[in-house]
């Protein structure tokens, strides 16, 4: 008899549901939105500050974790990057979006490219470390870099520019990549943040009405309400996205 008045219970509970369910998704997406939104800024600043480290420092071999002088020369190149980006600041250079970051490297390294002697620790490290073992890589990177008289004309010799221009390629491709993966990355770690912060928000509230009678269903509307809100945040985040590029 007890289990019948339950599924009794339970199946009216239910028949409540959908109008609560939008109701509660939809405030908690909106919450959800304005809490990320708060903390992206500190976010991205710490999720791209591990990633060009690893992108730059610990991915690039050979890597030996007990080298120092290697690291400190590697980071040393890190700083020099940042300073031609952004001229040396360091929170609004990793406080960009991947495609601001990726255009202010890119800009930097079109100034390194002029003076390839001087900055060829740079350059090495944004052309990659598993392409410095192909010898065609190194040929390229050693006839960029070297000392040369201008032509007659007052340009270069076609070996010369050859090699810039693969020089500049291959750091483009490392670039590129790195922008995709690191974006994919990003956008990932978002879904999660949101997905977390919807279930904490609509479990607040119902721990101030759980009983043990209606512990069942109400657990599983938090669980329904958080991760419908974290879809509904991403929605909010993208319409929100759309007015501010429409104000500018």
């Known amino acids: 008899m007890e ?3 339950f599924r009794q219970e339970f ?3 239910l028949m409540n549901w959908p109008m609560r369910l939008l109701i509660a998704s ?9 809490v990320i939104e708060i903390w992206k800024t500190s976010w991205r600043y710490t999720f791209h500050r591990d990633s060009v480290f690893k992108w730059l420092i610990e991915s ?9 002088k290697l690291i400190k020369n590697r980071i040393l190149a890190l700083d020099q990057l940042i300073m031609f980006s952004t001229a040396g600041n360091q929170r609004s250079f990793y406080s960009l979006p991947i495609e601001g970051l990726c255009g202010q490297i890119s800009a930097g ?3 390194m490219l002029e003076a390839p002697a001087k900055n060829r620790h740079v350059i090495e490290l944004l052309v990659g470390g598993q392409k410095l073992q192909d010898s065609d890589v190194k040929v390229d990177i050693e006839n960029f870099i070297k000392e040369r008289p201008k032509t007659n004309e007052g340009g270069y010799d076609e070996e010369f520019v050859t090699a810039r221009s693969r020089v500049a390629a291959h750091i483009q491709r ?7 993966n690191t974006s994919f990355e990003w956008r990932e770690q978002l879904r999660r943040r949101s997905i977390v912060s919807g279930f904490f928000l609509a479990l607040i509230p119902a721990l101030f009405s759980l009983t043990w009678k209606n512990l069942v269903p109400d657990l599983i509307f938090v669980f329904l309400a958080g991760y419908i809100g974290a879809f509904v945040a991403s929605i909010f985040s993208d319409l929100r996205s759309v007015i501010e590029k429409n104000k500018r």
């Open 109 to 111: 390294v079109q100034s």
């Open 26 to 34: 939809t405030a908690i997406g909106f919450l959800t939105m304005t």
């Open 60 to 68: 690039v071999s050979p890597y030996r974790h007990d080298d120092h």
């Open 3 to 5: 289990f019948q008045e």
């Open 11 to 13: 199946a009216n509970e």
């Open 174 to 180: 490392n670039l590129d990549s790195f922008q995709i």
